[in-house]
């Protein structure tokens, strides 16, 4: 089981957010045979003009994510066990271990880096640290983000030994773009927290 743990008001968009973010990125740690070669994509994104690169990465994970919600057998699925919406509450999820615990580390990763990157910041309200630097600082913070969000992506794939190296690098983007909507609610600190456990009914 994969609890989620969330705080704050949410809004409709933001469950949806959350949920598919989650469920994309399940599906791509999953182990299993892989039918989705190079021109599958190349042919998918061919038949449709996009008109931002944002926008492509949005439908061809769609696209991928309605391929597997088809094509994987039911005990692999994942399932929402729990919805506990107070604050803090809860989204508690189902499915394999192994490709949950490969979410559960790409989560924690980016809450620990807002979490540090919030204590710097009042550091440096305390410092009185000039704007320019400021400035310089967001910048560099945006790129440790981006560094991190890609070195999450290629360690999540790194357990699909099966993908060609130029399949692996079409997926390391889609599963950047799956963290950013779950970057998005932790900068909000709308999702706090994150847990893993082999039990299917945790009350804790």
């Avoid at 709308?190 to 299917?200: F, N, T, W, Y």
């Amino acid at each position: 089981m994969l609890r989620i743990k969330i705080n704050g008001n949410w809004e409709p968009e933001d469950f949806v957010a959350l949920m598919e973010a989650t469920e994309s990125l399940y599906y791509k740690a999953l182990q299993r045979p892989y039918r989705h070669h190079l021109h599958d994509f190349l042919f998918f994104e061919g038949r449709r003009v996009f008109y931002s690169y944002d926008e492509q990465l949005d439908a061809t994970n769609r696209y991928l994510l309605a391929e597997s919600r088809n094509s994987v057998p039911g005990h692999s699925r994942i399932q929402v066990r729990r919805v506990d919406y107070a604050s803090p509450g809860k989204v508690d999820l189902l499915g394999i271990g192994e490709a949950f615990k490969s979410v559960e580390g790409i989560i924690d990763r980016l809450i620990t880096f807002f979490t540090e990157r919030n204590l710097r910041r009042e550091r440096d309200k305390q410092a009185r640290i000039e704007t320019s630097i400021k400035e310089i600082d967001a910048d560099k913070q945006r790129e440790s983000l981006r560094s991190l969000q890609i070195e999450n992506a290629r360690e999540l794939l790194r357990l699909r030994r099966e993908y060609p190296e130029e399949l692996e690098n079409m997926l390391v983007p889609l599963a950047v773009r799956d963290q950013e909507r779950l970057t998005n609610l932790i900068s909000q600190q709308k999702l706090i927290g994150v847990k893993r456990s082999e039990k299917k009914d945790d009350s804790e």
